[in-house]
């Protein structure tokens, strides 16, 4: 008998089910939690497609978000690894929050960010929800986002 999952990482479904916006979410989560690498790949992957400037912004707001989520969690969420095609329980909470916040549903948004942080936190990561969403959303509109978020995003002409 294997040892029990942590709920926050129990598989809830698989990433190719998620939207972009989303799936991006979970990604760019990951490689933020992955260390200076990842942040590193995250911070290439939004300059490319935004700009430097927005880019920076961008990166900025993911830091924010996701320092936000680590220290002032109700507990610390759960993530797969990068390679991962599995969507974990807490993965698909953040996508959630982060795709309701992007489409102005400010009050699901709410009710996710109330989930993963303590209640007096969660507006502050349901704005800064918003701010990531609609980044992703400009990129998404632009070009697909990187599957494996160390690689630019490639143009294919066929």
Do not use: K
Not at 23 to 32: E, K, S
Not at 40 to 51: C, E, H, P, T, Y
Not at 124 to 130: D, G, N, W
């Amino acid at each position: 008998m294997s040892a029990p999952t942590s709920r926050g990482g129990a598989a809830v479904g698989r990433l190719s089910d998620l939207s972009p916006v989303e799936a991006g979410a979970v990604m760019y989560l990951r490689l933020w939690g992955d260390g200076v690498e990842g942040r590193a790949n995250a911070a290439s992957d939004f300059d490319i497609a935004l700009g430097a400037n927005q880019g920076r912004a961008t990166m900025l707001t993911l830091d924010r978000l996701c320092s936000l989520c680590a220290h002032h969690g109700r507990r610390p969420l759960v993530r797969h690894g990068l390679g991962c095609a599995c969507l974990g329980a807490d993965e698909n909470c953040f996508a959630q929050m982060i795709a309701a916040a992007s489409e102005g549903a400010r009050e699901d948004a709410m009710m996710m960010a109330s989930l993963i942080v303590r209640p007096d936190f969660a507006p502050a990561l349901a704005s800064l929800s918003e701010e990531l969403g609609l980044a992703l959303r400009r990129m998404t509109a632009a070009v697909p986002l990187p599957t494996t978020g160390h690689q630019p995003p490639i143009s294919v002409l066929h």
